[in-house]
């Protein structure tokens, strides 16, 4: 095996790569704006409890009607674009038949970069953990980078776009 292999994925990929550039916090100078923050974060948790726990109009509910999903693994190996809601549901559901370990998706770090009125972008690390046999393993982490809209019809925070980063395949 080559240096270069040992090195996958590369130190800071995601940042190199523009995957990941959180910006210079700013204060928030209303407190709408800080509920927003908060909202926008739940969202992205919602997003790992609608999976983990096989919900599909939860995992409906996590996006626009026009809404993309994509991911990179390790930086290189491109996974989708599946765009519309429909369409990243069927992707994302069309595991759990594969799937007989219970999956937990762990976000941490979240970092709401950018709130406006009707759109705000977000990042998080995720943590993929997996359960079965009585036992308990990790199998990737990696950076997510999200976008995301102010529903007109509700005031609902959904995902415009999910950019989904794996550190390792899994």
Not at 87 to 97: M, R
Not at 113 to 140: C, K, Q, W
Not at 143 to 161: E, I, K, N, Q, S
């Amino acid at each position: 095996m080559s240096e270069q292999e040992n090195l996958r994925p590369a130190p800071g990929w995601a940042r190199s790569m523009r995957h990941a550039t959180v910006r210079p916090l700013t204060a928030a100078t209303d407190a709408g704006r800080a509920i927003d923050r908060l909202l926008v974060a739940e969202r992205v948790a919602r997003y790992g409890w609608a999976y983990d726990e096989r919900d599909r109009a939860g995992l409906e509910d996590c996006f626009t009607q026009d809404g993309v999903w994509e991911g990179q693994i390790m930086g290189t190996d491109p996974v989708g674009p599946f765009e519309g809601r429909a369409a990243i549901v069927d992707f994302l559901t069309g595991f759990w038949d594969e799937q007989s370990d219970q999956r937990r998706h762990v976000f941490t770090n979240v970092v709401v970069d950018e709130v406006g009125p009707d759109t705000a972008s977000a990042h998080a690390y995720l943590i993929l953990l997996g359960s079965s046999d009585a036992s308990m393993r990790p199998l990737t982490a990696g950076p997510y980078r999200l976008a995301l809209a102010r529903d007109p019809d509700d005031g609902v925070w959904r995902m415009t776009r999910l950019s989904a980063g794996f550190d390792a395949p899994y």
